[in-house]
C-alpha cells in the first residue's frame, strides 16, 4: 500500500466516525427534548451515556487511525534490505579492544616470512626484498656442505648477503669456501676466500683462492708434512693462479682482489687434543668455541679497530697483490672444541659487543647441527649485516 493510499483511509474512517457521531448526538437531542410517559429520566440518563461512549470511540479511534498511519510512514522511508543474498558474504563488527599484557623483548625473533633464519633486533629491511640475479652467470647464490673426516665434523655454508642479492643489478656471492681432506683422512683441510666488493671479479678471485688453497695444501702435507707447511710458499702460489686467471679474462689483478684464510688440523693425539695450522690474509678469521663457555673467541686474522668511531672494512693485505703479507700460527683444539673459519659477514657480528649474536651461535653450534640447519642460521637477519656471510665449522670428536 503506498503512502497516499493509507492516508486517505485514514482520512475516510475519520469522517465515518465524525458521521456517526453528529448523528448520535442529533438522535440524543430529540430523544431528550422528546416528552416520555414513563421512565422519562432513566431514558435520558442512558442516551446521554450512549453519546459519550460513540463520542470517546470516536475519538480515540481517529487518534489510533493517525498513530499507525504515521508509523506506516516512517517504515517506508526506511531503507530495506535487497532482496538479493549475496552468496558468501561475512560481516562483524569491531572487536572491542582488550588490554594485552605486557611482554619482555625476546632474545631472539624469527623472522614471520621466513622462520628458519634467525633475526636479531629489527632485522635489516634488505633481508625482506626479493632476490634478484646478476647479469652475468655466476656461482650460486647458496653453497653447504657437511662432512666428516676422521674425528673431526664439519659443517660449512656461504649464503650471498642481503645487500647484494636485492639491487639493480644484483651482484654475486663474492665469498667462497672449500673443505678437503689429506689421501690418509688424518688432516682436515679448509680453506675460506672472501673477494672484494670494489672489484668487478672478484667472485671468480675468491673461487680460485679457496680452490687452489685446498690442492695445494694436500700437496704440502704430503711432501713437508704438517710441521712443514709455510704460508709464505702457499700464498704466493695461489697468488700467481689468480693473477693467471685474471689474465685468461683480459682484466687486470686488482679486479680480482680478494682476502683467504686457511686451515689444516691434525688428528686428535693420545689425550683427545687437535692441533690447527692457521694462515690468513686480509679480515677473514678464525674463531674457537669451548662448549663450556658459550661464547666464540677470535683466534686469528686481521682485527678490526672496534673503538674507533667508525670501523673501516678497509684490508691490509689481499690476493694476488700483497701474498707476502699473510701471517700463520697454531691452536690446540681440546675435545669436544671448534674450530670456525669465517668472512667477515659473520666475523663483524660476532665481534659486536652491543649484539648477542655471538652468544646465539655459540649456543647453537655448541654440537654439530644439520646442514640444512646450519645454512638457515648463516643466513641470520641482523640490522646493518649486508654482506656476504660464509662458515667452516670443524669441530674436534676426540675422546672427552
Known amino acids: 500500500m503506498s503512502r497516499d493510499d493509507s492516508r486517505r483511509d485514514g482520512l475516510m474512517d475519520g469522517r465515518l466516525r465524525a458521521m456517526l457521531l453528529a448523528a448520535v448526538v442529533i438522535g440524543s437531542f ?19 451515556a450512549a453519546v459519550g461512549v460513540v463520542g470517546a470511540a470516536a475519538v480515540l479511534g481517529s487518534e489510533s487511525a493517525a498513530t499507525l498511519a504515521r508509523q506506516r510512514d516512517r517504515l517506508e522511508q526506511e531503507p530495506q534490505p535487497s532482496t538479493t543474498v549475496p552468496i558468501c558474504r561475512y560481516v562483524t563488527g569491531p572487536a572491542a579492544p582488550q588490554p594485552q599484557p605486557a611482554r619482555p623483548r625476546p632474545f631472539l625473533r624469527e623472522r614471520p616470512t621466513d622462520l628458519s633464519v634467525p633475526r636479531f633486533g629489527d632485522g635489516a629491511r634488505a633481508q625482506g626484498y626479493p632476490w634478484l640475479l646478476p647479469e652475468r652467470t655466476v656461482q650460486n647464490g647458496i653453497a653447504a656442505d657437511e662432512a666428516t673426516v676422521g674425528a673431526f665434523t664439519i659443517r660449512a655454508a656461504s649464503v650471498i648477503g642481503p645487500g647484494h642479492r636485492c639491487g639493480q643489478p644484483a651482484e654475486p656471492r663474492q665469498d667462497s669456501y672449500r673443505i678437503g681432506r689429506s689421501r690418509d683422512s688424518r688432516y682436515a683441510i679448509v680453506a675460506v676466500a672472501d673477494g672484494l666488493s ?13 680452490s687452489q688453497a685446498v690442492t695445494l695444501l694436500r700437496e704440502q702435507i704430503e711432501t713437508v708434512g704438517f710441521g712443514g707447511l709455510d704460508v709464505k710458499e702457499l700464498y704466493g702460489r695461489i697468488a700467481e693462479s689468480i693473477a693467471v686467471h685474471a689474465t685468461g679474462r683480459g682484466v687486470g689483478t686488482s679486479h680480482m682482489a680478494t682476502v683467504l684464510i686457511t686451515a689444516v688440523l691434525a688428528e686428535p693425539d693420545t689425550n683427545g687434543v687437535a692441533k690447527a695450522w ?37 684490508v691490509a693485505g689481499r690476493l694476488p697483490d700483497t701474498p707476502q703479507l699473510a701471517r700463520d700460527h697454531y691452536v690446540t683444539l681440546a675435545p669436544g672444541a671448534a674450530l670456525a673459519l669465517v668472512t667477515d659477514g659473520i666475523g663483524d657480528a660476532w665481534a659486536d659487543p652491543a649484539g648477542n649474536v655471538n652468544e646465539y651461535f655459540a649456543n647453537a653450534w655448541r654440537s654439530p647441527v644439520p646442514a640444512t640447519r646450519f645454512t638457515a642460521d648463516v ?6 649485516c649486508l654482506d656476504d656471510r660464509t662458515a667452516v665449522v670443524v669441530w674436534n670428536g676426540g675422546r672427552a
Open 278 to 314: 692457521i694462515a690468513w690474509l686480509g679480515d677473514s678469521s678464525a674463531w674457537t668455541l669451548d662448549p663450556r663457555v658459550p661464547l666464540w673467541r677470535f683466534s686469528a686474522g686481521e682485527a678490526k679497530d672496534r673503538a674507533a668511531a667508525v670501523v673501516s672494512n678497509e
Open 198 to 210: 670494489s672489484a668487478a671479479w672478484s667472485d671468480a678471485g675468491a673461487t680460485t683462492a679457496s
Open 379 to 384: 643466513g641470520f637477519d641482523a640490522p646493518q
Open 30 to 48: 430529540i430523544e431528550v427534548s422528546t416528552s416520555h410517559r414513563q421512565y422519562g429520566l432513566l431514558v435520558d440518563v442512558f442516551a446521554l
